[in-house]
Each structure stands twice: as C-alpha cells, then as structure tokens.
C-alpha cells in the first residue's frame, strides 16, 4: 500500500507551525502597540501629531490581522483534517491518545478578531489621549 502525501505527522505539524504564528502575531501586536503608546505619552513625542501615528498603528494592525487570519485558516485546515482522520480511523488510535486529539482544535476565528480588534482600540485611545 503506497504512503499517503500528507500524513497525521505532517497535519499535526502545520497546526502547531500555524499556532506558533498566530502567537507570534498577537505577540507583535502587543509590542507595537505598547510601545507606540508608550512613545507618545512620553517626552520623546514632542511635537509629534497624533493623526499621523494613528493612521500608521491603523495600517500596521491590518497587516497584523491579516497575517493572522491567514495562519488562522491554514491551522483551522489543518485541525479539520485531524479531526477527520480521528473520526475515519477509530481503531488506529489508541484509547490513551483519543484525549490528546482535542488540544488540536481551532479557536472560533470571531474570538481572535475580536481580541485583536480590543488591543488595536486601547492602543488607538491611548495614542489620541496622549499629551501634546
């Protein structure tokens, strides 16, 4: 019987590969965000308008979502193909390892929009807040 392409190793892989990002993503965005925020409410923003840096965190949180929707879609992929496998091979997988199939499920892709979008609007409001 010929390997399949794509094996449960490989599905496994993809999602922990697509979890890393969406973790590093949201990493980044923190990062970015404090620390944009932190730059205007301190001294060195003298002078600096806030439109311009608002408009700037705006089209770096929409890069940012979009890379993270994108790693969210191929981790989701791959989750459905694990479940998939798990619900075509029941006799494959030993009863110890049955529980270890549900830490491979996706997050509900509403869930992390929403966060990103609560993270992008403190940061916003603490940037428009920010002493001139």
């Known amino acids: 019987m010929p390997e399949p392409a794509i094996t449960l190793r490989d599905a496994f892989s ?21 620390a944009v925020s932190g730059f205007m409410w301190t001294g060195g923003r003298q002078g600096i308008p806030h439109m311009p840096v608002v408009v700037g965190f705006a089209l770096f949180a929409l890069g940012n979502g979009l890379l993270l929707l994108l790693a969210y879609r191929d981790g989701r992929r791959a989750s ?24 491979f499920e996706s997050y509900p ?18 940037i428009i807040k920010a002493p001139i």
């Open 14 to 34: 993809v999602y922990n590969t697509q979890v890393d990002l969406i973790m590093k993503f949201f990493t980044f965005l923190q990062v970015v965000a404090a």
């Open 80 to 103: 459905l193909a694990i479940r998939s496998y798990r619900a075509s091979h029941p006799d494959e997988i030993p009863d110890e390892l049955s529980p270890m199939f549900s830490t």
């Open 109 to 126: 892709g509403w869930l992390l929009v929403a966060i990103h979008i609560f993270v992008d609007t403190i940061a916003i409001a603490a």
